[in-house]
């Protein structure tokens, strides 16, 4: 007798064709999106093209997004995506979307529809796992796996073992889904979660909203993981049919089999912040306000918080308040939908009275490309994924990963701080 399958297990029994798998099964899938951007797309478009390619297999499978190093910030960069331009109109890609028609590729296709419940989407960038938030299964893999789906529409994926992340109570004031999953990858380590899959449940996910749980199955990979899921509830329900989609009935067998479980109680949690050079060293921000930690920059944005609900949470604690006179804030929507909607809100009028710089929707200084690189000696918060060395521009630069909220607060007051306290 077959025992009960994951959430993963089952999207990925479903893609494959299958009425069980079991994990490391190696399964050939049918993919419903292939996605790849400026950095990522040229290398796939070149290996389609050494494997044979002339056609793709379906150009309606396909999603291109420009958002690294846009609006290109030098000669190779607007190259790069001079290469997707003529690879779009020679294959019809519809599904391209430039400089001025969309952000950041994973805060724009959710919120376009582009990806839903009961997805397999496969990206070239390690951040695709975001989608696992609608009940997608969602992961990052190489330009050349990209090739491969252009070729044939299919990919070939080993079946994860999966830990469950069981969740209680309801967050405090000033705490977010970037704090959960900063203390959940302080439990499991940037090696605990390696090629496992993350699956959220619990009587608190109810209390996080869609946006939390993008932000939370964003960073799923900063632990190793290959997916970071939450099943398809009310909260799942209700985004989808603002998109006029019919939200997948699919979840967990009751007795699934996980190879792990962890309990976090948001009731217990407080803001957390990251330090320098792991995602994994997260720490209660006591700590770090004791030690009165300077900061020359502050970054709100990517596609981890770039969405409207963190352009929110920063505006309320800059309201009425002015950026520490030695302190850089960006602040960087993560869409034109995010852009509009916070100009509407009046939430631009409060980043430039507070004397914040805002930019058009990028990854720019995320992975210190541009709009926003440190030199030798300076510290950032940031609501980024990663604080390696170097990430965001010189070796002996430090980042701090923080929350909107947090990283709002540190702008204002120049040093790493609670926002209740600023």
């Known amino acids: 007798m077959n025992r009960g399958m994951t959430l993963s297990e089952k999207i990925l029994a479903v893609k494959a064709g299958r009425t069980h798998v079991e994990p490391d099964d190696f399964l050939l899938v049918e993919v419903d999106l292939a996605l790849a951007n400026d950095i990522t ?61 969309a952000g950041i590729e994973h805060v724009m296709l959710p919120e376009e529809g582009i990806v839903k419940s009961g997805d397999l989407v496969v990206g070239a960038d390690s951040h695709t796992c975001t989608y696992g938030a609608l009940g997608a299964f969602a992961t990052g893999v190489g330009s ?45 380590g ?66 699934a089999s996980f190879c792990r479980t962890v309990e976090l109680s948001l009731d217990e949690l407080k803001p957390q912040v990251a330090y320098p050079h792991s995602p994994a ?20 944005g990517s596609c981890t918080n770039g969405r409207i609900e963190d352009l929110r949470a920063a505006a309320d604690v800059l309201q009425g ?17 995010v852009y509009a909607q916070a100009l509407k809100e009046g939430l631009l009028e409060t980043f430039i009275a507070s004397e914040c710089a805002v930019s058009t929707p990028t990854c720019g200084p995320c992975l210190g490309g541009h709009m926003g690189i440190l030199g030798e000696g300076e510290i950032a918060v940031s609501t980024t994924n990663r604080n390696f060395v170097g990430r965001m521009g010189h070796k002996g630069s430090k980042v701090f990963l923080a929350s909107p909220a947090v990283a709002a607060a540190s702008a204002v007051a120049g040093r790493i701080i609670h926002p209740e306290h600023v």
């Open 41 to 101: 797309a040229p290398m796939a478009i070149e290996k389609f093209m050494e494997a044979g390619g002339t056609r793709v297999h379906d150009p309606d499978q396909i999603a291109l997004v420009p958002d690294h190093f846009v609006p290109n910030k030098d000669i190779k960069s607007a190259e790069q995506v001079q290469i997707l331009r003529k690879f779009v109109k020679s294959q019809g890609i519809r599904k391209f979307f430039e400089v001025g028609r």
């Open 281 to 300: 060293n997260g720490r209660d921000i006591d700590e770090a306000e004791k030690e009165r930690i300077a900061v020359h920059q502050a970054v709100i």
């Open 190 to 255: 940037t090696g605990g979660g390696n090629y496992k899959a993350l699956e959220f449940s619990g009587p608190g996910i109810e209390n996080i909203s869609m946006e939390g749980r993008m932000t939370i199955a964003n960073m799923a990979v900063e632990s190793g993981a290959k997916v970071g899921l939450f099943p398809v509830d009310e909260v799942t329900v209700a985004y989808e049919k603002d998109r006029n989609i019919e939200a997948a009935g699919i979840g967990p067998d009751r007795e």
């Open 144 to 188: 050349t796996d990209i090739a491969g789906v252009f070729l044939t529409g299919k990919a070939w994926l080993r079946v994860p073992k999966s830990i469950s992340v069981r969740i209680t109570g309801s967050f405090l004031p000033y705490v977010s889904g970037k704090d959960l999953i900063l203390k959940l990858i302080s439990i499991l």
């Open 321 to 337: 308040r002015k950026v520490h006179p030695e302190v850089r804030c960006l602040i960087i929507p993560g869409s034109q939908r």
